[in-house]
């Protein structure tokens, strides 16, 4: 069956792609709208419940500043979604899910394995724990192309998207990665639930 993703960047279309492979072949992935961040997924809320009757639609996007996921659920004035609507939430940010992956994530920014974070699911701000540990990268150009250069007013180096994308494609361990994110394992089987029951 058809569906279409909804997510903020790059990175996160990546991984929500290899959500939904691990749920089959029941899915397949024909159209993507990437929202440039949570903003434009809030203000259009309404246009996707209204668009998953003709195709049905998973909408993904971080947690961010917001205490818990119900009081996110809440501010967007979410309620009960149609059966064609999914939506999962990544705690706190899209990067907490590919640091899970410990080993994997330790050979992308070339850090040891032991300096990743455990419990990446309780890390306030996961995006910038990544980008501290890549500055220690023992390759001085992965670190230039992923963190902002000194006095610069970037968020993240310029190839910052280009590698998390890549890494979540090909090389993250989601299997691996959900033991050490309760928010991952969730989604991962509400996924497949939701694959399901578009089949029943």
Not at 45 to 69: E, K, S, W
Not at 123 to 135: E, F, G, S, T, Y
């Amino acid at each position: 069956m058809d569906c279409l993703l909804v997510v903020e960047d790059a990175p996160s279309e990546a991984v929500l792609r290899r959500l939904v492979s691990l749920a089959g072949h029941t899915l397949k992935v024909t159209t993507v709208f990437r929202a440039g961040g949570f903003g434009q997924i809030k203000s259009r809320i309404a246009n996707f419940r209204n668009a998953c009757h003709v195709v049905p639609h998973i909408v993904m996007t971080d947690l961010d500043t917001y205490p818990c996921v119900p009081d996110l659920l809440k501010d967007w004035k979410i309620g009960k979604l149609p059966d064609r609507m999914l939506m999962r939430v990544a705690v706190r940010e899209v990067e907490s899910w590919l640091l899970a992956d410990r080993d994997g994530i330790a050979k992308l920014i070339q850090v040891p394995a032991v300096k990743i974070p455990a419990y990446p699911d309780e890390l306030p701000d996961p995006k910038q724990v990544l980008l501290n540990l890549a500055r220690k990268s023992k390759s001085r150009r992965f670190a230039s192309e992923f963190v902002p250069a000194d006095g610069s007013k970037a968020k993240h180096g310029p190839l910052y998207n280009q590698h998390l994308t890549a890494f979540a494609d090909k090389l993250w361990d989601s299997r691996h990665a959900e033991l050490a994110s309760p928010s991952l394992k969730r989604a991962i089987h509400r996924i497949k639930e939701f694959a399901q029951r578009l089949q029943a």
